[in-house]
């Protein structure tokens, strides 16, 4: 079974309904939210592909994993639904990714990744993501920003699959590295 087909036909159903009805925003939220909880969370997917819990018990576990308060959309609950009826959920994990996809395609977003070694100021951060948006034609963009203390010093930009890293602890690396190149060249 091929794995990208699957999910490739649930994501572009799941796009066209949501955008039936107008959707595809809080759908495309609250999946990136049940993607994160995937990363953060590995026992959710072995919970979901035990096949001895009732659907019930695991469409409340997908609502829970988005909202605290299981306040989802309908779109995203008949959702569920359905894949748990089709006993897909070993799926869904992709789902989520394609859908993600798919939606950022559509409305043109980019997406990038900040790594500091200190926290960037909002200024700064507004500056890096008009200037991606910029590059990549993009109409908006999304960046996360994270603190890595061991980076030393400059930034790591990820940017839709295309890493520019000018870290301290890189370039210190680089160095090191030419000086063993260049000194087992003497010997």
Partial sequence: ????????????????????????????????????SFETHPALKKTLDNPVLP????????????????????????????VLKERSENFLQFMCMTYIGLYRKLRHLGVGKLITAVPVDDETRERIKTAAAERLHARRMELQTAVDPSIEGGFIFDINGYRLDASIATQLKKV????????RRIV
Avoid: P, W
């Avoid at 036909?9 to 993607?35: I, Q, T």
């Avoid at 306040?71 to 609950?77: G, I």
């Fill in 1 to 36: 079974m091929d794995i990208g087909i699957i999910s490739m036909r649930y994501a572009k159903a799941l796009l066209a309904y949501a955008r039936e009805h107008k959707a595809e925003r809080v759908v495309y939220k609250e999946l990136k939210a049940l993607s994160q």
């Fill in 55 to 82: 659907a019930e018990v695991k469409l409340k576990l997908l609502c829970s994993a988005v909202s605290d308060t299981c306040d989802v959309s309908e779109q995203y609950k008949r959702f569920m639904q359905l």
């Fill in 176 to 183: 090191k590295q030419q000086y063993i190149d260049k000194n």
